[in-house]
């Protein structure tokens, strides 16, 4: 069964810069393109960001496009969300998951920007 972790959230200003880290553990991220995820308070959980499997074609959502970039280390089996001039929007819980989001959600890490 697999198990995703996410870190690396905290308290920063508007912005300023954070790097996600989402470490899976029970099962290989190889073979699968992965995402980010985020859910802000009241809202709901939308994409954020993918990369796919075997390259760094990535695809982003319109709000953070060019700030935020997606990569991944398979051999660590960890895929990474670094996050620039951040904005108090971007406030929220940021998950990781398959793109398709066929995995178990991990409990997220907290990303509150303030102004």
């Keep these: 069964q697999v198990q995703l972790v996410e870190s690396g959230g905290g308290l920063v200003q508007a912005g300023g810069s954070l790097r996600l880290s989402c470490a899976a553990s029970g099962r290989t991220m190889s073979g699968y393109d992965m995402g ?3 859910q802000a308070p009241g809202k709901e959980r939308e994409f954020v960001a993918s990369i796919r ?3 760094r074609i990535s695809d982003y959502a319109d709000s953070v496009k060019g700030r935020f970039t997606i990569s991944r280390d398979n051999a660590k089996n ?3 969300l670094h996050m620039n001039s951040l904005k108090t929007e971007d406030t929220a819980i940021y998950y990781c998951n398959t793109r398709a989001a066929t995995w178990a ?3 997220g890490t907290q990303v ?3 102004s």
């Design 36 to 38: 980010w995820y985020r």
């Design 53 to 55: 499997w075997g390259s």
């Design 78 to 80: 960890t895929v990474y």
């Design 105 to 107: 959600w991990g409990q």
């Design 112 to 114: 509150t920007v303030s």
